[in-house]
């Protein structure tokens, strides 16, 4: 629930079930720095819903960023508050559902998306080049 109170959501991140902090993670009402908290659960879906969270922080994204879940890499990629730099990075990720998102992101540099439309997977350079940072062509 979006009016959720801040102060039950935060109460809610420290449950001892990873459902509840799930749910809790993906509230748009939950607090930056309860976010980043989230970011550190031993669950990677704890982790994911926090990095999918436009309310997280982009400190707390370049982590998520660094992930060893794909998952929570992918999210991080999607994020619209994940950083140009960070996004460049992800475009370099070994899985292709993290470029997918970094090529699909609106922070996502020119020259980021100009390497991505050279990727070996097509839905990649679909999304880079439908990325509205894309340059045209003059």
Known sequence: NPKTPAEVLSELA???????????????NMP??????????????????AARNQNTPAETLSEL??????????YAARNPKTPAEVLSE????RDKRVRINAAR?????????????????CVVRIYAANNPNMPKKQ
């Not at 420290?14 to 748009?28: E, F, G, K, L, T």
């Not at 992800?90 to 990720?93: C, I, M, P």
């Not at 992101?105 to 997977?121: G, Q, R």
Request: net charge negative; hydrophobic share 35%.
């Open 65 to 74: 960023a660094k992930d060893e879940d794909w998952l929570v890499r992918s």
């Open 105 to 121: 992101n609106p922070n996502t540099s020119a020259e980021t998306l100009a390497e991505l439309a050279k990727d070996e997977i």
């Open 90 to 93: 992800l475009a370099e990720d």
């Open 14 to 28: 420290n449950d001892r079930d990873w459902h509840v902090r799930i749910n809790a993670a993906r509230n748009p």
């Open 32 to 49: 930056a720095e309860t976010l980043s908290e989230l970011a550190k659960d031993r669950d990677s879906e704890v982790r994911s819903n």
